[in-house]
């Protein structure tokens, strides 16, 4: 049946030394990253479990197993196409995408715009469609004290079809 599905997703990564830091496709210089099987971008990563949520297809996980020695380091600007792909395939579109970071540091607001533009291009759609916020944890618990970076984020996709 055709319709409005909505979909959420969460992630969270552990910050260590020795690992890169890339959040919605963009490396960030940071004196941490991320630590994962992939590239460890939390926040695609929340996006493309919103998405897959949205068309009620299970999580990131089933689909991209870390056990899989072909996700190894990759990026996970892939894993959003190979998404794309299956909504595509399923006669639905994405509607829009809205996310939060939430991370201590480093500051991220000069690099949304070309989060968005990055993950945008990922999923076949305009910027506009694709929207990053940032917020701290107010220095509260793990998230406050850096261990870590944590992204969730909501999507909108229109099934058409019988
Ligand atoms: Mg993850």
Known sequence: MGGYRVGIGYDIHRLERGFP???GGVPLAHDRGLKAHSDGDALAHAIGDALLGAMGLGDLGAHFPDTDPAYRSVSSLHLLERIQGLIQERGARVVNVDSTLILES????PHVDEMRERLARALSLNPEQVSVKATTNE???ALGRAEGIAAMAVALVEV???
């Open 139 to 141: 220095r509260l618990g």
């Open 21 to 23: 830091l890339v959040l």
């Open 106 to 109: 480093p500051r991220v607001g």
């Open 160 to 162: 058409t079809g019988a």
